[in-house]
Nanobody, 124 residues
Framework: QVQLVESGGGLVQAGGSLRLSCAASGRTFSNYAMGWFRQAPGKEREFVSGISWGGGSTHYADSVKGRFTISGDNAKNTVYLEMNSLKPEDTASYYC?????????????????WGQGTQVTVSS
């Protein structure tokens, strides 16, 4: 079993920045992917970004490209999401995810492990 613990959410004004962290513990794998989904009130949970641990390739939703950056620290089994130029529409609960096999997938049912979520609120 893999446990994911997010941190770094909070309240920020539009145009501001936040950095989310997600530490993985428990069973680890040599070939896996990690990423982030988000869910706003009344909306479907959606893919935000993912990173393939083997090759380090990154993927982003169109809505966050150029503003968010995902990175990972393999030694710490930690993934980060640097969020810049935040907009009120980025307000959501952000969930860290992990899956065996390195490919990033935008479909939420492809991710085996989920964190509890951290709230990000962007005020206008």
């Amino acid at each position: 079993q893999v446990q994911l613990v997010e941190s770094g959410g909070g309240l920020v004004q539009a145009g501001g920045s936040l950095r989310l962290s997600c530490a993985a513990s428990g069973r680890t794998f040599s070939n896996y992917a990690m990423g982030w989904f988000r869910q706003a009130p009344g909306k479907e949970r959606e893919f935000v970004s993912g990173i393939s641990w083997g090759g380090g390739s990154t993927h982003y939703a169109d809505s966050v490209k150029g503003r968010f950056t995902i990175s990972g620290d393999n030694a710490k089994n930690t993934v980060y999401l640097e969020m810049n130029s935040l907009k009120p529409e980025d307000t959501a609960s952000y969930y860290c995810v992990a899956k065996i096999a390195s490919g990033v997938d935008v479909r939420k049912d492809r991710w085996s492990y989920w964190g509890q979520g951290t709230q990000v609120t962007v005020s206008s």
